[in-house]
């Protein structure tokens, strides 16, 4: 089954940690995304690829790195140096060619500071 | 920059109602518009994707129309069942580049309708 999976589900760090995420996607997607969400707030861009070795910052970039080494995966690092990093982290990903852009996304990674 | 407002924020139901969700956008300058489904801690589920050029698109029981030119957009549920309880979301893609905020590929997204149907 072609998919989007995110590991873990639930995450727990201590503050000053970085903390890596994992997303990777079987659907042959060029691009892939990271979202931030938080409660009343909505889902906000954090960094997106639409090729592999090639990566933009979204709207609240701060605090957070990624790499983009293969097609199949886009790992976001949460660093210390996020001031509020306890929230739902969506991966998402698309064809970045062809027309549709429809946009999939994964079942969330739940990662609390404490 | 694009704002995408969605209301109602909370909608509740009978079941067998139909409903209406609405969704406008500031910029008309779209590509496409997507409504998603959200369940509580979990990921979106893609409903429909509305192109630009498209006025409508219909799956079972859903359809969204699409009114570019007013920035508007609508997800119309037919007799509504619990297990659509669930956050609603839609989201639109910019035309491109960084012009208003919102570059090729990047989605932005209302804050989606809580829907509540109850038995």
């Known amino acids: 089954d072609g998919g989007i999976t995110q590991s873990p589900k639930y995450l727990f760090r201590k503050e000053g940690q970085n903390v890596t995420l994992s997303c990777e996607q079987n659907l042959n997607h060029d691009a892939m995304y990271w979202y931030r969400q938080d409660p009343g707030q909505g889902l906000r861009l954090i960094y997106y690829s639409q090729i592999v070795n090639d990566f933009q910052k979204g709207d609240i970039a701060e605090g957070y790195s990624v790499s983009r080494e293969k097609k199949e995966s886009f790992p976001l690092t949460v660093t210390s140096a996020q001031k509020n990093p306890t929230a739902f982290y969506l991966c998402a990903s698309s064809f970045s060619t062809g027309g549709l852009y429809e946009q999939y996304f994964g079942p969330g990674t739940r990662l609390t500071v404490t | 920059k694009q704002e995408v407002t969605q209301i109602p924020a909370a909608l509740s139901v009978p079941e067998g109602e139909n409903l209406v969700l609405n969704c406008s956008f500031t910029?008309?300058?779209?590509?496409?518009l997507q409504w998603f489904r959200q369940d509580p801690g979990k990921g979106l589920t893609s409903l429909l994707l509305i192109q630009s050029s498209q006025r409508e698109q219909t799956s079972g029981r859903l359809n969204a129309s699409l009114d570019k030119s007013s920035g508007r957009s609508t997800l119309y549920i037919a007799a509504s069942q619990p297990g659509d309880s669930a956050t609603y979301l839609c989201?639109?893609?910019?035309?491109?580049?960084?012009?208003?905020?919102?570059?090729?590929?990047?989605?932005?997204f209302g804050q989606g309708t809580i829907l509540t149907v109850h038995p």
């Open positions: 910029d008309s300058a779209i590509y496409n």
């Open positions: 989201a639109v893609r910019g035309v491109g580049g960084d012009a208003g905020g919102t570059s090729y590929g990047k989605l932005t």
